[in-house]
Each structure stands twice: as structure tokens, then as C-alpha cells.
Nanobody, 114 residues
């Protein structure tokens, strides 16, 4: 299983970005698909997740601003980020959890700055 994240970049406060994660390989019995982020000097944290039942979960800090979505085949995962703030600056990682294992993308850097 390989995950390839893309879509990061430099954006001004209040702007938007859409991250994508392309998944390939043997994808089955996926429990969760998620986005995490890690800011400099901080631990990696969950941003948004899709559960196996189709439920979504968001960090309090991004509720109402970020939207996680994906295609039916679960080969692509998106994170729409609106009303971005400087504190959203981080490396964003996509994650698939399946058959008891975590799979990670390589990370894409999002910088929110004027």
C-alpha cells in the first residue's frame, strides 16, 4: 500500500487549500482514512477522519473550516481547508488504517502566512 499526498503550499490567512491523497496497492478492509498534521516542535495530531461506518470526526480546532471526503473506491482522500489560520501551518499526512496496520503518506507542507 502506498499513499501519496499532494496539494500543500503557501497561502495567506483566510485562504483555502485542497489536499489530496492517492492510494494504491491492496486496499481492502480499510477501517479508517484520516488526515494528521505535525507542526514544528509539536506532536502529530489527528485533523479529520473517516470511520468504517462512514462517520467523520474532526479536531475541535478545524471544525467548520475543514472537510474530509473521498471517492467510493477509497483510492483518493481529500481535505478541503477553508478559512486557514497561521496555526494551521504544519506538515499534513494522510493515513489509512487497515488490517491492524497504519499506512502513511510522505506528508505535504502547508504554510499559512501573510
Amino acid at each position: 500500500v502506498q499513499l501519496q499526498a499532494s496539494g500543500g503550499g503557501l497561502v495567506q490567512p483566510g485562504g483555502s487549500l485542497r489536499l489530496s491523497c492517492a492510494a494504491s496497492g491492496s486496499l481492502f478492509r480499510i477501517n479508517t482514512m484520516a488526515w494528521y498534521r505535525q507542526a514544528p516542535g509539536k506532536q502529530r495530531e489527528l485533523v479529520a477522519a473517516f470511520g468504517s461506518g462512514g462517520t467523520t470526526n474532526y479536531a475541535e480546532s478545524v471544525k467548520g473550516r475543514f472537510t474530509i471526503s473521498g471517492d467510493n473506491a477509497k483510492t483518493t482522500l481529500y481535505l478541503q481547508m477553508d478559512s486557514l489560520k497561521p496555526e494551521d501551518t504544519a506538515v499534513y499526512y494522510c493515513n489509512y488504517f487497515m488490517l491492524g496496520k497504519n499506512y502513511w503518506g510522505q506528508g505535504t507542507l502547508v504554510t499559512v502566512s501573510s
